[in-house]
Antibody
Framework: QVQLVESGGGVVQPGGSLRLSCAAS????????MHWVRQAPGKGLEWVSF????????YYADSVKGRFTISRDNSKNTVYLQMNSLRTDDTAIYYC???????????????WGQGTMVTVSS | SFVLTQPPSVSVAPGKTARVSCGGS??????VHWYQQRPGEAPVLVIS???DRPSGIPERFSGSKSGNTATLTISRVEAGDEADYYC???????????FGTGTKVTVL
């Protein structure tokens, strides 16, 4: 069964850090690029970051560049999102999503996890 | 990165046809993809590369593109089609993925 399961969300104070994980199963993880996408409460979808199948290339949305870092461990079938210097406007559900392809350019998302909630509040 | 503009809402009676537009200045050169998001659920891909329908998606869902506007068409609308719909493209000029503003489809 093809599946993506996110974890690591929670409540954090402004300026704090959090690391999200996304465990993949049911497909050859090391062949595919992965993404993080977020959705603030009552708002639309916002792409956050992309990582190539071999981790050689990463891209970030302007709103998170310099604060967030995407990485992956193909031996553990897991992609991560390290989030530093968190702000209140980072509050959102964070989804990991599988890319249809492995390399550049990023394409579309053919599988999504159920998401993990991140709340940044004092 | 450029902006993809969608109408905020579309209302349609059961059995009728709903059309959701997605407009952007550079959309003509990119493949457009569409997602359905029901309340409280993760998005689901319904159309890829302008008009391809993934396995498991009903034939009632179709996509097209003309110039700088893409359109998602839902024929013979059912109550279960009530959801938010988002278009998406890859912006090669900025190396960013861009989502449309989203359209809430309401079945009357």
């Amino acid at each position: 069964q093809v599946q993506l399961v996110e974890s690591g969300g929670g409540v954090v104070q402004p300026g704090g850090s959090l690391r999200l994980s996304c465990a993949a199963s049911g497909f050859i993880f090391s062949n595919y690029a992965m993404h993080w996408v977020r959705q603030a409460p009552g708002k639309g979808l916002e792409w956050v970051s992309f990582i190539r199948y071999d981790a050689s290339t990463q891209y970030y949305a302007d709103s998170v560049k310099g604060r967030f870092t995407i990485s992956r461990d193909n031996s553990k079938n897991t992609v991560y999102l390290q989030m530093n210097s968190l702000r209140t406007d980072d509050t959102a559900i964070y989804y990991c999503a599988k890319d249809f392809l492995g390399t550049y350019p990023p394409d579309y998302f053919d599988m999504w996890g159920q998401g993990t909630m991140v709340t940044v509040s004092s | 990165s450029f902006v993809l503009t969608q109408p905020p809402s579309v209302s349609v009676a059961p059995g009728k046809t709903a059309r959701v537009s997605c407009g952007g200045s550079n959309i003509g050169s990119e493949g457009v993809h569409w997602y359905q998001q029901r309340p409280g659920e993760a998005p689901v891909l319904v159309i890829s590369d302008n008009s391809d329908r993934p396995s498991g998606i009903p034939e009632r869902f179709s996509g097209s593109k003309s110039g700088n506007t893409a359109t998602l068409t839902i024929s013979r609308v059912e109550a279960g089609d009530e959801a938010d719909y988002y278009c998406q493209v890859w912006d090669s000029s900025s190396d960013h993925i861009v989502f449309g503003t989203g359209t809430k489809v309401t079945v009357l």
